[in-house]
């Protein structure tokens, strides 16, 4: 009988002993993406051709709509759905776009002679501009251009996000967006009137001298910022390895704590937050349900998790060929609404390839 009960706990041991290297195989093979270029300002490699689409930068979508894309060096925003097919609209947004994002309040209205409606999609800009597009504003819709609402002189905007905040039961509505020359993040209520937050002004006191914010997202009601190095005129990013941070911050501009410092982080901008659901299910694979932080210095994809303790570092997404995707010049990211802009489980991105002079938007799929 013992010698029985020795046979079984050594066989147990040994089943046990190849099962965690066979859980690992499995995790990791999870970890290869298929990246695929879905439109570029050229048509180079298959990709559909848009002369537009040049350092295509910020990228968001509402609940039904396509992929609104901002186009810094053609002053313009572009519609793609999740195949990479074009919709016939065309925005003109004035000042170099970076970052956009979709409003489906009834704030942020703006006007143009006698017409006048809340932007549905609005845009920061390089000139320190904040821009909104209504589609009858102005008339005949669909409106040729965003209309500028609010400028800041002196700022240089790299990114914009939008939140809300609710305080004794009423709920405000905000834009933030990162002024990267003086190194702040600059709010607007919903009449996009410049305001300041009693939460706090989007401070982490642990980031040094010389690094600003850059790029920005709401994800599920937390304000992320990523910090990248500024140049000697703080107008450009430096690029660099362990050049950046990323923070989390309340809408009310609180600072809830770092989720990631130097490290792999290269002038990162892009945010995202995998999902993960249903439960039990990996719908992108082994980073699902982990904050994904795009940078732009390198073009790679880095995976953070939150623990008890903080943030752990998952890693870097991977291609087919078992190596890190890098794509060049890579800039906003996101994840698609299960209807014209793509899958939910289908990662969307924007770059600015060969030093911004091109343009390319894609996807990455598990």
Same mark, same amino acid.
């Given at each position: 009988?013992?010698r029985?009960a020795?046979?079984?706990?050594?066989?147990?041991?040994?089943l /046990?002993?190849?099962a965690?290297? =066979?859980?690992a195989?499995?995790?990791?093979?999870?970890?290869?993406?298929? =990246?695929?270029? /879905?439109?570029s300002?050229?048509?180079?490699?298959?990709?559909?051709e848009d002369?537009?689409l040049?350092?295509?930068w910020?990228?968001?979508a509402?609940?039904m709509?396509?992929?609104?894309?901002?186009?810094?060096a053609?002053?313009?925003?572009?519609?793609?759905g999740g195949s990479?097919?074009k919709?016939?609209?065309?925005?003109?947004?004035? #000042?170099h776009p970076?970052?956009?994002v979709?409003?489906?309040?009834?704030?942020?209205?703006v006007?143009?002679? &006698?017409?006048h409606g809340?932007a549905?999609f609005?845009?920061?800009t390089?000139g320190g501009?904040i821009? #909104?597009?209504?589609?009858?504003v102005p008339?005949?819709?669909p409106?040729a251009?965003?209309?500028?609402a609010?400028?800041?002189?002196g &700022?240089?905007?790299?990114g914009l996000a939008?939140?809300?905040v609710t305080?004794g039961g009423?709920?405000?509505?905000?834009?933030?967006?990162t002024?990267?020359?003086?190194a702040?993040?600059?709010?607007?209520?919903?009449?996009f009137?410049?305001t300041?937050?009693?939460g706090?002004?989007?401070?982490?006191p642990g980031?040094?001298?010389?690094f600003?914010?850059?790029?920005i997202?709401?994800? #599920?009601g937390t304000?992320y910022v990523t910090?990248?190095?500024?140049?000697?005129?703080?107008v450009?990013e430096?690029?660099?390895?362990?050049l950046g941070?990323v923070?989390?911050? #309340?809408?009310?501009?609180s600072f809830?704590?770092?989720?990631?410092s130097r490290?792999?982080?290269?002038?990162?901008?892009?945010?995202?937050?995998?999902?993960s659901?249903p439960l039990?299910?990996h719908?992108f694979?082994k980073?699902?349900?982990d904050?994904?932080v795009?940078n732009?210095?390198n073009?790679?994809?880095?995976?953070y998790?939150p623990?008890?303790?903080g943030w752990?570092p998952?890693?870097?997404?991977?291609?087919?060929?078992?190596?890190p995707i890098?794509?060049?010049?890579?800039?906003g990211?996101g994840?698609?609404?299960?209807?014209a802009?793509g899958s939910k489980n289908?990662?969307?991105?924007a770059?600015?390839?060969?030093?911004?002079a091109?343009g390319?938007f894609?996807?990455?799929?598990?």
């Open positions: 009988m013992v029985r020795l046979t079984l706990l050594a066989a147990l041991g040994l /046990l002993a190849f965690v290297p =066979v859980a195989r499995n995790i990791n093979s999870m970890n290869a993406y298929k =990246v695929t270029n /879905l439109v300002d050229t048509g180079v490699g298959g990709t559909l002369p537009l040049v350092n295509a910020g990228i968001t509402g609940p709509t396509p992929w609104w894309v901002a186009n810094n053609t002053s313009t925003s572009t519609l793609y990479g097919a919709f016939s609209i065309e925005v003109g947004v004035a #000042g970076t970052g956009t979709f409003n489906g309040s009834a704030d942020f209205v006007t143009s002679g &006698a017409a809340p549905r609005l845009f920061a390089e501009q821009l #909104g597009w209504n589609p009858a008339p005949p819709a409106a251009d965003a209309i500028v609010a400028t800041t002189a &700022a240089i905007y790299k939008i939140g809300s305080s009423t709920t405000a509505n905000y834009l933030y967006a002024d990267f020359h003086h702040r993040v600059d709010v607007f209520d919903g009449s009137h410049p300041t937050l009693t706090g002004s989007f401070v982490d980031i040094p001298a010389g600003a914010p850059f790029g997202q709401n994800l #599920g304000i910090y990248a190095k500024q140049d000697a005129d703080a450009d430096i690029n660099g390895g362990g941070y923070s989390a911050f #309340g809408p009310d501009g809830i704590g770092r989720v990631a490290g792999a982080l290269n002038a990162p901008w892009g945010l995202a937050w995998a999902p659901e039990g299910t719908p694979g980073f699902s349900g904050l994904l795009g732009f210095g073009g790679r994809i880095h995976a998790a623990t008890d303790e752990e998952r890693g870097v997404l991977k291609g087919t060929n078992h190596r890098s794509i060049d010049g890579l800039w990211i994840f698609g609404n299960d209807a802009a289908v990662l969307y991105f770059a600015g390839p060969d030093d911004e091109h390319l894609g996807s990455i799929a598990p």
